[in-house]
């Protein structure tokens, strides 16, 4: 792919996150029903565009990549100040954060997505966690040497976790 075609392929991509943005504005207006429905296979498109499409443009020509806002923190909830629900346990937790983990990296906005959506759709937990617990959580598997990461935990578009690779001790 030559620089023309990356910049012909880009714009079409951008396109396509501007349609995107406006199929999310239409669901809201569906009611529940149809946010149950569209959700996922919309998050997981728009994942794909904004981590996978783009991204293999972005570093071949760096120069196409639009300046973004600068990073935020995300959540700054830290394990010792997180209050579980009495039904759910540290274990427990720990089971669904394990379950969605690769050994290959992943941005933590994704593993907190994957497991916030398990415990909603398979109840894996007895009562409901959000998004800042379980990044808690991971901040605390990682300082406890059980997973890696690469990045601050606190931004969880910028930063990555993947399981501890146990073959290398």
Not at 26 to 50: C, M, N, S, W, Y
């Given at each position: 792919m030559n620089r023309e075609q990356a910049k012909k392929i880009h714009k079409h991509l951008l396109d396509a996150a501007a349609a995107f943005r406006r199929a999310e504005?239409?669901?809201?207006?569906?009611?529940?029903?149809?946010?149950?429905?569209?959700?996922?296979?919309?998050?997981?498109?728009?994942?794909?565009?904004?981590?996978?499409?783009?991204?293999?443009i972005y570093k071949r020509y760096p120069d196409l990549e639009p300046p973004g806002p600068p990073p935020t923190i995300d959540s700054t909830l830290r394990w010792e100040n997180v209050f579980l629900p009495?039904?759910?346990?540290?274990?427990?937790?720990?089971?669904?954060?394990?379950?969605?983990?690769?050994?290959?990296?992943?941005?933590?906005a994704m593993v907190l997505y994957c497991a916030v959506e398990k415990v909603e759709k398979e109840e894996a937990l007895a009562a409901p966690v959000d998004f800042e617990v379980f990044a808690a959580g991971i901040q605390a598997l990682v300082e406890?040497?059980?997973?890696?990461?690469?990045?601050?935990l606190q931004m969880w578009g910028r930063s990555e976790v993947r399981l501890k690779d146990r073959s290398v001790n």
């Open positions: 504005a239409a669901i809201v207006d569906v009611g529940d029903d149809g946010r149950k429905l569209f959700a996922e296979p919309l998050i997981t498109a728009v994942f794909h565009l904004q981590f996978k499409l783009l991204r293999l009495s039904s759910v346990l540290e274990t427990d937790l720990d089971r669904v954060i394990f379950s969605v983990m690769k050994p290959r990296w992943q941005k933590v406890a040497d059980l997973l890696e990461a690469q990045g601050n």
